[in-house]
Antibody, heavy 125, light 107 residues
Framework: EVQLVESGGGLVKPGGSLRLSCEAS????????MNWVRQAPGKGLEWVSSISSTSSYIFYADSVKGRFTISRDNAKNSLYLQMNSLRAEDTAVYYCAREGNFGYSSGYKPYFDYWGQGTLVTVSS | DIQMTQSPSSVSASVGDRVTITCRAS??????LAWYQQKPGKAPKLLIY???ILQTGVPSRFSGSESGTDFTLTISSLQPEDSATYYC?????????FGQGTRLEIK
């Protein structure tokens, strides 16, 4: 069974930094595009960032561009999110999510077929 | 950015009812839309992708359709375990965006 396990969340002061990790197992991690999606308490889902299988393509939401950096280590089956200059509005559960390979019928578009359990990041003084 | 507007924001229905949730895109996204189900304290679960293709393992009472920039998620016969919040997501272009969610309650 595909597993995605996030870690690294916690309480951080505004302006601080945090690095999230997502460890993948039971699938060929190096073949999949991976994403971070977040959810503020009691709110909806917000896509944060995407990184292709070989790190050739990276995208960010405008709300985190210049502050967050997504990366991956295929040898370690791990995805990362370096978060700097954190703000109160970054408080959320952060999920890592795998982009499924659905083939031609999906238009090769980004749909998230597996998600981790999430890790909570709280930015507060 | 493409805005996704879901309606209603909440709905209450009885077991066995037919329930529809709508998502409207602010511009043409072709068929590149997904639906997710999220239960409290849990990660979202993919139900449908490419507007109408059922993800493996999802019950056949769930279906998706489209008409222009309007997309519909239908639950043909509501079950107690369908109580959840449902989100649409456009996959046409970055930044990827979600609807605000529809909370489905069982009467």
């Amino acid at each position: 069974e595909v597993q995605l396990v996030e870690s690294g969340g916690g309480l951080v002061k505004p302006g601080g930094s945090l690095r999230l990790s997502c460890e993948a197992s039971e699938f060929t991690f190096s073949s999949y595009t991976m994403n971070w999606v977040r959810q503020a308490p009691g709110k909806g889902l917000e896509w944060v960032s995407s990184i292709s299988s070989t790190s050739s393509y990276i995208f960010y939401a405008d709300s985190v561009k210049g502050r967050f950096t997504i990366s991956r280590d295929n040898a370690k089956n791990s995805l990362y999110l370096q978060m700097n200059s954190l703000r109160a509005e970054d408080t959320a559960v952060y999920y890592c999510a795998r982009e499924g390979n659905f083939g031609y019928s999906s238009g090769y578009k980004p749909y998230f077929d597996y998600w981790g359990q999430g890790t909570l990041v709280t930015v507060s003084s | 950015d493409i805005q996704m507007t879901q309606s209603p924001s909440s709905v209450s229905a009885s077991v066995g009812d037919r329930v529809t949730i709508t998502c409207r895109a602010s511009q043409d996204i072709s068929s590149w839309l997904a639906w997710y189900q999220q239960k409290p304290g849990k990660a979202p679960k993919l139900l449908i992708y490419a507007a109408s293709i059922l993800q493996t393992g999802v019950p056949s009472r769930f279906s998706g359709s489209e008409s222009g920039t309007d997309f519909t998620l239908t639950i043909s016969s509501l079950q107690p375990e369908d109580s959840a919040t449902y989100y649409c997501q456009q996959a046409d272009s970055f930044p990827l965006t979600f609807g605000q969610g529809t909370r489905l309650e069982i009467k």
